[in-house]
């Protein structure tokens, strides 16, 4: 129900994602009426694949996160995360209230056995062609102490590791400088925790300029960096997008090959929003759970549930328990 | 002698400034002989507006501040503070190790009465054309607490009014979320005590995605969350230049477009790096700094030299005094 726009999206990328994956199964849940007559105008109302678990309420995209853990507990979002706590459900994807999804998906899953804390982490782009960096923390928590970061350098090596195939990720702490000197204490601290690592391949401080120089597989900050410098990439990109449309249309010369390469030119700014083609996930806890997007349009929807299908498929918080297991 | 070329930048930009502003006389802080070698090459060693300061020593790019301010005292940095210390000059400007130059102008110049620390702050291009937004502190404090933050909206706010003539400038805090929800406690402390002022135009939250939007006039943050701000938007600026130029290599239809475009374009991009084309100024302190960076070229440094000379003009610290004074 969740998204910007609910399930005129949802539904369109559920039936894409089963008919993409024969031996997938998506559970929707939300209003039985208005899922019915979705499925319905896609003639998908009986599709073998898809099921719908009815919800009487949902979680508004302006509630308070604390408000809606309390007071919605039939809302399509807290039942969608009881599913995959009680084992009905393997994973959950979900377009709606960032805030009330991460409060309810820890209250419900709660963290893997020694985490402290979740964290939001996502793949962008970067200047090698095909090569991704995880980011993480994007904003589940604000402030993240050096034993925090220090566990999120695990988990992002993980998922590194398991869902693009990087092995030995190289590990970064996102920093004001290179320099060891430079930096809060706590990332101070961080470093020196993590070059005594076994377990993680560390090189040291990144800055804000080598997020996306393909210096790092695996880049951990804190929450409000994380997020702080995220959302700056994707203000940038989309400023120097539109600067870039209105040079095109002023210039003679450019304006036929402006119209020719417009879809191409958007298509090459979009990669910079993350959340636009892939879904963030939300790691450290018992389950899986994507965070698709609030304007996500079909494809990303589609591409977070294929995100989801995947980290089931390699065992993420498997994987993260026994990685922090050996860590300690 | 600063930056990374030095008086081969530094010299054909003072001359370009003295020869555009009659009124203005530059004291050239450095080695003798090579700085006099380089104003023969102008043929300008006699130049009136131009005087030479020698000093025996230079502070190097990757010398470490502390060392730098305890070691160094005839390096010209440490000279060229000491003249505005003195009276003899009237601004600085350095394209020198950023660290080194912090730490020795707070150290020589002291902070105007009542500011608790110095900022970084840089005018950075928004959508709108022709609206700088001022961001600060970019650096030059890893944690700033409420009350820092507090005085730094008002430092930010007189530099946007004398510099850029913006009349009661919008004031922005940098945050994870617009919400007033949202957020770590010092910055949210730092909103309610904004809310309150009665000198301060306080707009409320921006998150990365606005800070190029044209949403505030001024935007203030912690050095840690600046820093990593103004150096993201650099890296997304430069990767997606790259990516443009290979891109428009790489079509048919747009090979010959982009190469006649190419200039323009990159015109487009570089004004994303704002070291590129003014410098960044280190306010709250008994003088004036500014720091140009340390790649900039001869029109960079030029710019650098005429920020410099608008702050002198428009009195910035002694601005920056009366407005805290009206503050408290």
Redesign the interface.
Known sequence: MGGDKGPLITIPAAIKAVEYLPHLNLILCGDQDVITKHLETHNSASHPQLSIFHCSESVSMDE?PAIALRTKKDSSMRKMLDLVSDGQADACVSAGNT?ALFATAHFVLKTIPGVERPALISALP??EDGRNVFMLDL?AN??CDASVLYQFAIMGAVLAEEVDGISNPRVAL?N??EED????DHIKLTGNLLKESQVVNYVGFV???????NKADVIV?D???G??????????????F???QL?LSK?V??RI?GK??AP??KK??KS?NPDQYNGASLIGLRGIVVKSHGNANENAFFAAIMEAVKEVERQVPEKIQEKLEQSV
């Open positions: 308070k805030g970067t200047n904003g604000v402030f996102l004001m400088g000197i430079k930096g809060s800055e804000g300029n080598d997020i996306l120089t900050c929450g409000f960096v997020n702080v410098a995220l959302k700056t990439c994707e203000g940038v990109a989309r400023m120097l539109k600067k870039l040079f210039h010369f450019a090959v020719l390469l191409s030119i090459l700014f910079l």
